[in-house]
């Protein structure tokens, strides 16, 4: 995930501050190198970096702070604040015209994700009641136009192409007809990429601006290419013009140093970031939510809405109810699981918990992902009576689910036996059912 590192080694320096009782300028200083070397080898712009820690060890070597009674936290809160102002401030929403048809032209170098990224974002905005159009303009890459197509019948957006023999201004032209007449009320372009930042590029992103009145010109910038992208950013600000950006892959192996850099140095927002391959991997970009994650301060606001977005209430209340009783069965648990993976997979949900930012390296070990996955098989390999009745599996019916999972007995066995102990532990808590053990300080399941 991106931030681990940074997260972790700003966490270290932090428990250092928080270990003293009253700090000198010198302890602030000293921690302010290790967050500077943090910073820099999570590939944040360099003169990013020194205007940061400037700004930081100004507000932090303060009368007020140094003879505070947390003097070690409000240095943290200093630079959580920086850092929130650092991306943005304010979470930055797409211009959207109140009337007619508002147009987004995609930008942005091969292998970014930019077409991906085009249909994430028709389908976002259709969830929230608008008619996107996806419009085909690349029509130099093989594929392109198909790959756009599949997307877009997946998010259940039509999809506007003239084929690779018509010019991509022209292209855009027709879409606009076609969008006033079909009553769509957003167009988005996704325009050709190139292996490297060229002038035939940029100039045809500059006649489509010409011929149509975009509202918003997006760079999608891959977030694993970290100062590339911030040059990139720049390059195509300079030769074209943008309004903002999209992060992809902030999902992988990424240090992080594009959204740290990307709004100081062009001075334009990052309006969403890429989360993952689905099409529904796309979250909204909140620069105080971002810095929480970077700080180990987790992100509870955006696992609220991921699970009040994924998980079905009538459902919840269900399981709820099943689980009061403790009669839930192996249909039950293949939901959660499902509910789990709408959400991003655990790694994804515990990774926004408080506390958890620098110790994913730790919980990736003890996640088995396999384990899981042969649970899942195990379990699509009983009847649907057994899934429903635990009780019904006896030894030929165990031996008839290992041959169908492709699975040895000996986890077959193990996973009933770890579901019927799940089940006889909840109905020795009352606390996690919501009874009198709650109002004692209990734990109330959360679904």
């Known amino acids: 995930m991106a931030f681990e590192s940074l997260s972790e080694k700003l966490q270290n320096v932090f428990k250092n501050l928080r270990s003293k009782g009253r700090l000198t300028e010198a302890d602030v200083k000293t921690a302010l190198k290790e967050v500077k070397l943090a910073l820099l080898e999570a590939d944040v712009n360099f003169k990013v970096v020194r205007q940061f820690v400037k ?24 630079v959580n604040d920086q850092l929130v102002d650092l991306m943005g401030s304010e979470t930055a929403e797409l211009p959207m015209n109140s009337g007619g048809i508002t147009v987004f032209m995609m930008a942005g170098l091969q292998g970014a994700g930019k077409t991906t990224t085009a249909a994430k974002l028709a389908g976002k905005l259709k969830s929230k009641g608008r008619k996107p159009l996806l419009v085909a303009c ?29 010019s991509p201004v022209d292209i855009a032209k027709g879409a606009m007809e076609h969008a006033r007449s079909n009553g769509q009320n957003v167009v988005i372009l996704d325009t050709a990429g190139r292996l490297h930042i060229d002038e035939g590029m940029m100039q045809e992103l500059a006649e489509i601006k010409e011929q149509i009145e975009v509202n918003a010109t997006i760079l999608v910038v891959d977030a694993m290419t970290g100062q590339d992208a911030v040059n990139v950013s720049e390059t195509f600000q300079e030769k074209v013009g943008i309004d903002g950006v999209i992060l992809t892959k902030l999902d992988g192996d990424a240090r992080g140093g594009a959204a740290l850099s990307i709004r100081s140095v062009i001075g334009k927002p990052i309006f969403y970031v890429g989360m993952g391959e689905k099409l529904s991997d796309l979250e909204q970009f909140y620069p105080d939510r971002m810095a929480s994650r970077i700080l180990g301060m ?3 606001m955006s696992l609220i809405e991921k699970a009040e977005a994924q998980i079905d209430e009538e459902k919840a209340r269900e399981m709820e109810k099943k689980f009061k009783k403790a009669e839930f069965g192996f249909d ?34 003890m996640i088995d992902e396999a384990d899981m996955m ?23 019916r165990k031996n008839r689910i290992a041959k169908g999972c492709g699975l040895d007995i000996s986890e077959v066995n193990r996973m009933v036996k770890q579901f019927e102990q799940a089940r006889k532990m909840i109905k020795k808590m009352p606390g996690l059912m919501g009874g009198k053990g709650a109002k004692r300080g209990g734990f109330k399941l959360p679904f």
Request: hydrophobic content about 35%; glycine content about 10%; proline content about 4%.
């Open 55 to 78: 700004s930081v060890q100004e507000k932090a070597i303060g009368q007020d702070v140094m003879s505070g009674l947390n003097p070690g936290q409000m240095v943290i809160k200093i």
């Open 332 to 365: 039950d648990y293949l939901e959660s699981m499902e509910q789990m993976k709408n959400m991003g997979g655990l790694q994804s949900v515990l990774s926004m918990l408080p506390g958890m930012g620098g110790k994913m390296k730790e919980l990736e070990s």
């Open 298 to 300: 987790g992100d509870v």
């Open 374 to 396: 042969h649970k899942e098989a195990i379990i699509l390999s009983m009847t649907p009576k057994e899934r429903a009745n635990p009780s019904l599996l006896n030894v030929s």
């Open 138 to 166: 690349d029509v130099y890459r093989p594929a392109a136009i198909t790959q756009l197509q599949v997307n877009g019948e997946k998010q259940g957006v039509e999809v506007f192409t003239m084929g690779q023999k018509q």
